[in-house]
């Protein structure tokens, strides 16, 4: 009678082992998935945070004059899938979603990696008819290693210089330079 209850458990182990073989594998496929996902929840936020950031160093150089330097990279996501720009907008419904105020024009910063689905706006708080490294901007190239960009084409990753420039023209101009060999933009 042993015999015959030793066999019948010897017959159960295989099976036994290849349920927790099962078991243990989707174990381990459901922990990675939610440390994916906890890894994109946490680029996509600190894309969002390096967006806000570069959004306040704007208003602050064109709305108070001040220049401004801003570190603008990130760890996370390759940089050949980002795309970050200033957008000029004259439709009153796409201003009202993104402004606080209702405005008939305004500028946008935004920001889209379609490879991982990210997508963000940011309505900036400035005068909409405020220009970009206009042919006004000096240049600052070989003393300071500075190379003069337009961000309303495509913002690299780099170190950035922002500052009010003043011009006859009733509207700001802000001349921005990328720091040569800090990123992507010299």
């Known amino acids: 009678m042993f015999q015959k209850m030793n066999q019948k458990g010897q017959e159960e182990a295989p099976f ?10 989707f174990v381990l496929f459901i922990g990675l998935r939610a440390m994916t996902e906890l890894q994109d929840q946490r680029c996509a936020q600190q894309a969002e945070s390096k967006l806000e950031e570069l959004k306040t160093k704007i208003e602050i150089v064109i709305n108070q ?13 390759n940089p050949k899938d980002e795309i970050i720009k200033v957008t000029y907008s004259e439709r009153a419904s796409v ?23 990210v ?8 005068n909409p008819l405020s220009v970009y490294s206009q042919p006004e901007c000096p240049d ?47």
């Open 16 to 25: 036994e082992l290849l349920i927790a073989v099962i078991v243990m594998g």
């Open 65 to 77: 004059k001040s220049p401004q330097t801003i570190d603008f990279r990130s760890d996370c996501y």
């Open 95 to 117: 201003c009202a979603e993104y402004c606080t105020s209702s405005r008939s024009i305004c500028q946008l910063l935004e920001y889209s990696n379609q490879a991982k689905g």
């Open 119 to 126: 997508y963000f706006k940011k309505c900036l708080n400035i």
């Open 140 to 186: 600052l190239g070989a003393a300071e290693k500075k190379v003069k960009i337009d961000i309303r084409d495509s913002i690299p990753r780099g170190t950035y210089y922002l500052q009010n420039r003043e011009t006859s023209a009733s509207f700001p101009t802000v001349c921005i330079y990328c720091k040569s060999g800090s990123g992507s933009c010299g």
